[in-house]
Structures are given as C-alpha cells and as structure tokens.
Nanobody
Framework: AQLVESGGGLVQAGGSLRLSCTASGRAFRRYAMGWFRQAPGKDRESVAAISWSGDSTYYADTVKGRFTMSRDNANNLVYLQMNSLKPEDTAVYYC?????????????????WGQGTQVTVSS
C-alpha cells in the first residue's frame, strides 16, 4: 500500500485542521490505520488509530476530546480532524497502515507509512 498525507499547514492556537490520507490498493479496507506524529528532537508518538471496519477508534491521552479519526473505505481515505490545537501539537504527522487488530497505538506494528505532512500551531 502507498499512503499520501495532505492537509497540514500553519494554524493559530485554538484553531482546527483536517488531515487526509489517501491509500492505494484494493486491500486498504482490510488494514487498520493510524496517525502518528514526530516533533523535532522527539520520538515518534501515537495520535490515533482506527480499526479496519471503522467501528473502533483509539486516541492518545494528549489528544482525546480534541481529535477525531475516521475512514471512508469506499474511497480509500482516512481523516484526522484536529480541533482546539495547541502549540505542542506541532509536528510532522504520519499516516500508517497495519494488518493488525490489536495494539493499534503502537508504531512498531505498522507495515506502511506515508511521507508525512507538517502541522505548525502558533501561540
């Protein structure tokens, strides 16, 4: 699978952005999907994940209540709606796919990664 993220940019604190991830391949709907981020000088961290069916979503504590992940299997799309953004959300955001059903917030389980999209939140 190939993954391409879009939708990043510069936003003021308190603002919103919606990231999109377009996946290629007919098997997309069989993969769980995740969003991860990496800030300069920090390790990659989990943000959110969604099961292959879209029935289950998982969020890191740092984004619960502010971010919402969804997917559109008919069009091979995954979204991350980010509201109430904070300067500490600034990072490169990556979309990833995993042929897994458990532990979906663990980056090591993911098989395919996009190139990332930059999100910058100004104070």
């Amino acid at each position: 699978a190939q993954l391409v993220e879009s939708g990043g940019g510069l936003v003021q604190a308190g603002g919103s952005l919606r990231l999109s991830c377009t996946a290629s391949g007919r098997a997309f709907r069989r993969y769980a999907m995740g969003w991860f981020r990496q800030a300069p000088g920090k390790d990659r961290e989990s943000v959110a994940a969604i099961s292959w069916s879209g029935d289950s979503t998982y969020y890191a504590d740092t984004v619960k209540g502010r971010f919402t992940m969804s997917r559109d299997n008919a069009n091979n799309l995954v979204y991350l709606q980010m509201n109430s953004l904070k300067p500490e959300d600034t990072a490169v955001y990556y979309c990833a796919a995993a042929y897994k059903t458990d532990g979906l917030l663990r980056p090591a389980l993911y098989d395919y990664w996009g190139q990332g999209t930059q999100v910058t939140v100004s104070s």
